[in-house]
């Protein structure tokens, strides 16, 4: 590396978050809805546990999770991984986004397995890997409707010229996770067909192991910093999951519930209004740890 590019990367590691906001060096703009949906903490506070428990839905996935992760005590530090990727992606130069989905790419180069027992509708002996573009595909697309979802639901709704172009940025985070340009639904219409059928073709069902994630998820005391925000994420969580794999994960769903939804979004942005004003003069990898 040169010295002016080895400056230039020094330079962009230093940026505080206020700066990354109004930065034009990535492959996103200030202006961007993904920057917008990514800048509020109701997206991975309120859609982050319905996101993962659609991930394990997926037999496959979730055989990944359990075989290839101490899920138990590293669950929230693999999300905290996940959450700074995104976030480098959205907010940083090309190079640093590039770099942080060549660091999923490499992880995800590692899990790779055989079943051996039946999940769901597969019977022991099939082989899954994170590299699938079928299992990439599908793991894009809970981070797509459980995003869309938290924060139309609890920020405010977006347009449908809005929701498209949302999409379309998130198709550029998606390949560069590795998931093929080919695979990737060309339109939101498109990909809510997918995703509707993916649940309705039987290969999307609450398996033990997905349970025994889920329990993680939404029954383990979060970290310390997280853990004012219990209530409301597991409320959330139960709200945006599709009634069939809410009642498969075991979730109850009451008008008591129902009636308290709507101030999971205020709680959540009056309790993180200090933390949010103060990321922006904190460097990435801080701002990584609270958003």
Not at 123 to 138: H, K, M, N, R, V
Not at 245 to 262: C, F, I, K, N, T
Not at 264 to 269: E, L
């Amino acid at each position: 590396m040169s010295l002016g590019r080895r400056q230039r990367t020094r330079d962009a590691q230093a940026r505080t978050h206020a700066e990354r906001l109004a930065s034009r060096d990535g492959y996103f703009a200030p202006e961007s809805v993904i920057r917008r949906v990514a800048n509020t903490p109701v997206t991975p506070f309120l859609g982050g546990g319905t996101a993962v428990l659609l991930q394990v839905a997926h037999p496959l996935v979730a055989a990944g999770v359990a075989e290839h992760s101490d899920f138990h005590r590293d669950l929230w530090r693999r999300l905290g991984r996940t959450l700074r990727a995104l976030y480098m992606i959205a907010f940083g130069t090309k190079a640093e986004a590039e770099r942080a989905g060549e660091a999923v790419r490499v992880v995800h180069g590692y899990v790779h397995g055989v079943l051996g027992s039946q999940l769901g509708c597969f019977p022991p002996g099939t082989a899954y890997s994170a590299e699938d573009p079928d299992l990439q595909l599908w793991v894009h697309a809970t981070l797509v409707a459980a995003s869309l979802s938290a924060y139309q639901r609890f920020e405010r709704r977006l347009s449908a010229a809005e929701q498209e172009s949302y999409y379309r940025d998130m198709a550029v985070v998606a390949q560069l996770f590795g998931t093929p340009a080919e695979v990737i639904p060309p339109t939101l219409a498109a990909f809510n067909e997918y995703f509707d059928a993916r649940l309705d073709d039987g290969s999307i069902a609450i398996t033990p192991v997905a349970r025994e994630i889920g329990a993680v998820i939404l029954d383990a005391p979060l970290p310390a910093p997280l853990s004012f925000f219990g209530p409301a994420h597991r409320l959330a969580t139960a709200a945006l999951l599709p009634p069939r794999l809410r009642r498969e994960y075991g979730l109850s769903w009451s008008r008591r519930q129902a009636a308290l939804l709507p101030l999971a979004g205020p709680a959540v942005r009056c309790s993180t209004w200090p933390i949010m004003l103060a990321a922006k003069h904190l460097r990435p990898s801080l701002v990584a740890a609270l958003a």
